[in-house]
């Protein structure tokens, strides 16, 4: 059974950081890039984040540019994305997205973690 278990959400104030984590499992990992997006309420989900299935690629969303890092243990099966200088803006449910480089179709997602930045 395919899962991809988001955690690490939380409430925190303006500059704060929060690191999330995504548990995968039912899947080979290794051949997977993974990401992640966001959801604000009202919004559409965006991209945030992309990491490549060896870790030697990333990418970010101009609007976290600096301030987020991915990162990836393919021995734990495990990605993560460590938010710094977190904004009110960053408010959204996160999710956690595996892509197969093998296969087109097979694409997951994680359930959402809530990540809320309010003073």
């Known amino acids: 059974q395919v899962q991809l278990v988001e955690s690490g959400g939380g409430s925190v104030q303006p500059g704060g950081s929060l690191r999330l984590s995504c548990a995968a499992s039912?899947?080979?990992?290794?051949?997977?890039?993974l990401s992640w997006y966001r959801q604000a309420p009202g919004k559409e989900r965006e991209l945030v984040g992309f990491i490549s299935r060896n870790g030697d690629t990333t990418s970010y969303a101009d609007s976290v540019k600096g301030r987020f890092t991915i990162s990836r243990d393919n021995a734990k099966n495990t990605v993560y994305m460590q938010m710094n200088s977190l904004k009110p803006d960053d408010t959204a449910v996160y999710y956690c997205?595996?892509?197969?480089?093998?296969?087109?179709?097979?694409?997951?997602w994680g359930q959402g973690t809530q990540v809320t930045v309010s003073s």
């Open positions: 039912g899947f080979t990992f290794v051949w997977y890039n």
């Open positions: 997205n595996a892509r197969s480089v093998l296969v087109a179709q097979n694409v997951y």
